[in-house]
């Protein structure tokens, strides 16, 4: 598109120098030559040195073939002349950095229907940010009683593994609060539908009323109780793994403390064949199947049993792929916190060692492996 832009300053040159990035003919009117000069060296874009609201200088920027008309000047009084000057003069869509709302109606009346209350934005994104400092940004949508908002899914959220289509339909979540995208740790974002699952860490943008923000939010936050009685119960389980077994009570407790509580529907895929695994398992409830490469279920994972834990000891490929066959609770215990607990005792990472080539070499019918990664892949 071809947009003209009124205004060199920071704002303006930021927003020239996006637009250039995206392939747009961009023109930029600014009364001072040097910044004139920088942008376009810098920038890219064609540069007019002159006065936005003076008619000549707005027809030799080429504003009757415009397509948008950006007005970033640094009064309202310019910002709403020249939006006045372009409509007498271009069909171009005009846009408009409102600095004073008390110019809201007049640029209505001059036509003027996108408007960017600066002071709006930054004082909502300020009172959002002090009031949900886990709220990453916002943006106020219409009247201002719209908001649009990013949040991250803590590592333990109890929304994790979870469909959108099923957080909807949770008591508790806010009826006024539509999911409009996803957005994983890479910075690949996907819009979401109702099988969309959510995971942990990454992050949801949400659109909500401001009024069910708070609501929206602690939602989203909220993580499982987990007191002193379930990390004990977990415990309890991990004590069970023959690996674990030189692990103290204290270093059990830190374990299942750090463990990461999901919830996955049924039918959920949680690895495949082949990829590599940092995880164990513990089912707290439901069940799941572990298939070969044929799709062949080959074990059943009931509450209390545990899968995955040669992937978190070795960094080998998993084995096989594990699916959900009904609703499951998982608590999922990553490499990275349990080799903080594992290696801050020299003696007990030994020990767990010699019970993994034990185990491995009984796998095997006795036979020694010829070559095997050591605890942690080292």
Do not use: W
Request: aromatic share 4%.
């Amino acid at each position: 598109m071809k947009i003209v832009i009124a205004g060199g300053g920071r704002v303006g040159s930021v927003l020239a120098q996006r637009l250039v990035a995206e392939q747009h003919t961009v023109t930029v009117i600014e009364r001072d030559a040097t910044v004139c000069n920088r942008i376009f060296e810098e920038v890219g874009a064609v540069t007019v040195c002159g006065d936005a609201t003076n008619p000549q200088v707005l027809a030799a920027a080429g504003i009757v073939s415009a397509d948008v008309a950006a007005g970033v000047l640094a009064r309202d009084s310019e910002n709403l002349a020249f939006a006045m000057l372009v409509r007498s003069a271009s069909t171009a869509r005009i846009m408009v950095r409102m600095l004073d709302t008390s110019y809201r109606e007049a640029y209505r009346l001059a036509g003027v229907k996108e408007l960017v209350a600066e002071a709006e934005v930054v004082v909502a994104k300020m009172t959002t940010a002090i009031d949900f400092p886990q709220v990453a940004g916002t943006l106020p949508l219409g009247d201002g009683d719209t908001l649009l908002f990013e949040l991250a899914l803590p590592l333990r959220a109890r929304v994790a593994g979870l469909t959108v289509a099923q957080v909807r339909a949770t008591p508790g979540f806010p009826r006024e609060c539509v999911f409009i995208g996803v957005v994983d740790p890479q910075g690949r974002a996907t819009l979401p539908e109702g099988s969309t699952v959510l995971r942990a860490g990454h992050t949801v943008i949400m659109v909500s009323r401001r009024s069910q923000l708070s609501a929206a939010v602690e939602f989203l936050s909220a993580e499982p109780l987990v007191g002193v009685g379930d990390s004990s119960v977990l415990a309890t389980t991990l004590r069970k793994v023959d690996f674990l077994a030189p692990l103290s009570g204290d270093e059990l407790e830190a374990v299942a403390r750090g463990a990461e509580h999901l919830q996955h529907p049924a039918g959920a895929e949680l690895f495949r064949q082949g990829d590599a695994g940092e995880t164990f398992y513990v089912v707290l409830s439901g069940e799941v199947l572990l298939k070969d490469g044929t799709g062949q279920a080959v074990a059943s994972v009931k509450p209390g049993g545990f899968f995955g834990e040669l992937a978190l000891l070795t960094g080998e490929p998993r084995t096989a792929t594990a699916v959900t066959s009904t609703p499951c609770e998982l608590a999922a215990v990553g490499r990275e916190d349990f080799r903080s607990v594992v290696m801050a005792n020299p003696v007990v990472a030994l020990e767990m060692s010699r019970i993994l080539g034990e185990r491995l070499s009984r796998a095997q019918g006795g036979k020694t492996q010829q070559k095997r990664r050591g605890l942690f892949g080292r």
